[in-house]
């Protein structure tokens, strides 16, 4: 259930702090006392309504925070999937506005606003005017009668929902194929074209790395030559002057005076080896020229080469392996075409085969739901007779679709008649906006017992009633309230009287500025507040004692063996 609701800076409320409590939680109060800044507040901390509407203007900062308190597993689930950490089954939900962003926390975890609103459909349940006006649509009839089903048809969606996935996806490949017949052949020259160029080329993997390699030695063949040509001169090479020379002179000089000192040795073994180095790089570099030989024709040939590959990558892919995959791929593709009859043929069989699995499936939600629909008539008929609909009739049309789609193949329409004699029409064509609103309780009372839900919050649940339906429509909360929380927003007396927990919202000047503040009730004060609901500007003895009574009656109905 909602624990409390905490507000700073928002519209006329500077900051509020409001606790709730268990079954019945009534907000009252005079007209334009600020209490849509309530709902609005609840909504903009569930990511569903705009800061803007309500941030004060002279604030730093705006915030709505939101305490529950709950055992759903739904819930539990949602969390752990979000990450976020919780303890002894309470959840904390803010909303922060600042420098024209918002920042959304669920147990101090910044979170995104989406994320807050999965988490908030299984904590709780807001009913207002655009809520009542939604009965109007069809498609939330669906949805009504789907969630009165529950689990008994939930899978049978999610199943339909893949099975239709899979149906338009080889639908689609199937539309496709027929209209490429036409361009089959075409298609199919086109292809071979590719494939024979490709298989002309007899490209290898890693072959343009080695002709690189081998075009850079022969466009260089000149310099390379020039090259070692000097370093065999300045090396001695040839066998006359160079390095070679004057270090056989160094090692003879050495050799000349090592009979007078022994330490002379280690350089006369130095000098040989390097003499002995040389003359192996001489070799070397001397058998390398030998063999070094430029062909013209050679480099032709690898220049010619490497332009087909280039060409290739361009057209084909970035690599030779990109190039030779799209080899393969063109290959499958044309042997596809070639066998273009047992292709279609196949492919038709897995159409038929994914359009009869989604029919079937489509038509066991269909079965469901017309069980359910039944049930769900007769329920909903009687809590409609439970507010003062004495002489209702309610009905669930039902439209069977051609194709199924991924909600099944059906279309249904709530019709009712309020008036005897008067055939059934579709709400929307009948209902007003007083019988919407008493319509949608009847519906959410049938529903209670259908979600684990803890809290529900009605706003304008009154409108257009008074009279003994106010009175049938405040018992029916008080009913709904004893399962579950509820908070509402009222301005009928009849509905004020059942409140378990009383609030009133209060408009007050303050430093010639206008606040709004909330305030817990007494059970005097909220006898007060009935009263001025009731008597309006001036209250009497009489209106006073009207309040008292009428709250009497109300814990009798809520409590009728007085425990």
Known sequence: MLNSLHVKNMALIQETEVEFGEGLNILSGETGAGKSIIIGSVNIALGSGNFRDFVREDAEYSLAELVFSTDSETVRAEMEELGIPWEDGEIIIS?????????????GETVPVSAVRRLALGLIDIHGQHEHQSLLSPAKHLEILDAFAGDAIREKKELCRKQYRSYMAVKKEWDQALRQESDRLKEMDFLRFEVQELEAAALRPGEDEELEQEYRLLSNGQKIMEALSEAGNLSGCGGYGGAAEEIGKALRCVSSVQ?????????????????SLLNDFN?????????FSFDAREQSRVEERLDLINRLKAKYGSTIQK????????????????NYEEY??????????????????????????????????????????????LDVQFEISFRILTSPGEN????????????????????????????????MLAIKAVLADQDDVGTLIFDEIDTGISGRTAQKVSEKMAVLSSSRQIICITHLAQIA?????????????????????????TEEESVQELARILGGARITETVLDSAREMKEMAKKLKNPKGV
């Open 95 to 107: 909303r922060r506005f600042k420098g024209g962003r918002s920042v959304s926390r669920i147990n």
């Open 259 to 275: 009979e007078y000192d022994s330490a002379l040795d280690s350089l006369g073994e130095a000098l040989g080896e390097i003499e």
């Open 283 to 291: 070799r070397a570099l001397s058998d390398y020229m030998n063999e």
């Open 323 to 338: 190039i030779l995959e799209g080899k393969k791929e063109r290959e499958e593709r044309l042997a596809l075409l070639e």
């Open 344 to 389: 279609l043929g196949k492919l038709e069989g897995r159409y038929e085969e994914a359009k009869k699995a989604l029919e079937h499936t489509a038509d066991e939600i269909t079965a469901l739901r017309q069980e359910n629909a039944r049930r769900l008539e007769r329920l909903i008929k009687e809590n409609l007779v439970d507010l003062n609909f």
């Open 408 to 439: 099944g193949r059906d279309e249904i329409s709530f019709l009712i008649s309020t008036n005897p004699g008067m055939p059934l029409r579709p709400l929307k064509d009948v209902a007003s906006g007083g019988e919407l609103s008493r319509i």
């Open 497 to 521: 009287s059942m409140a378990d927990h009383h609030f009133l919202i209060e408009k007050r000047p303050e430093a010639g500025k206008t606040r709004t503040e909330i305030l817990p009730l």
